[in-house]
């Protein structure tokens, strides 16, 4: 059902009072529906219309790896999503899926809350978030966009993914009390793989 907005929205969206939407309705420059307390209410397409608006929505491709010498997965991943939305704008990130400070992740987010986005193509759903993932599909959906997972199976195993989420929970905390190539760094780092590993 197509949304529809009070006369007073509608103005606030047009540039201009709630009076002059009412006279355009009595002129029928705009076709505003009636509710049946009979208020007005003004579709969306008619705002679209009156702003010389074409929706063009774009699909998205979204793809992340946690470091560097993941880049191949990376690569990978972008493979297979252009395989399934060829013409898929990629976005795509090195940085763990704790850290929401991702550069084209804002950037993806920024298309959808504007309404450019019609669908975005994940191979799993960690890849776009380690946490958080409904919260995004929420998001997206009361903008209009769809995410798709490529892939209906975990990328890692339950356990594994304990451990990356482990270290990468590690990595931030240590890196911003020592800082990220710090020795106390890698030492704690060290000693979280040595424990993780033996489990």
């Not at 491709?61 to 493979?79: E, F, G």
């Amino acid at each position: 059902m197509e949304r529809s907005y009070s006369p007073k929205k509608a103005g606030e969206m047009l540039g201009v009072t709630t009076h002059t939407i009412q006279v355009w309705d009595r002129q029928g420059r705009i076709k505003c529906l009636r509710l049946p307390t009979g208020r007005r209410r003004v579709p969306e397409s008619e705002i679209r219309r009156l702003m010389n608006i074409v929706e063009q929505r774009k699909e998205a491709a979204y793809a992340r790896v946690s470091s560097h010498d993941q880049r191949s997965d990376l690569d990978s991943q972008v493979k297979v999503l252009k395989a399934r939305a060829p013409e898929a704008e990629v976005y795509s990130d090195i940085r763990s899926g704790l850290n929401f400070k991702r550069k084209d992740l804002l950037r993806l987010l920024d298309d959808v809350l504007s309404r450019k986005v019609s669908k975005i193509y994940v191979t799993y759903e960690d890849r776009l978030a380690r946490f958080g993932f409904d919260l995004l599909s929420w998001v997206c959906a009361k903008h209009g966009t769809e995410i798709v997972v490529v892939n209906s199976r975990e990328a890692t195993s339950p356990q594994e993914e304990l451990v990356q989420d482990l270290i990468a929970i590690t990595t931030s905390f240590s890196a911003k009390l020592y800082g990220l190539r710090s020795h106390k760094t890698r030492k704690l780092l060290q000693s979280v793989r040595e424990v993780t590993s033996s489990q």
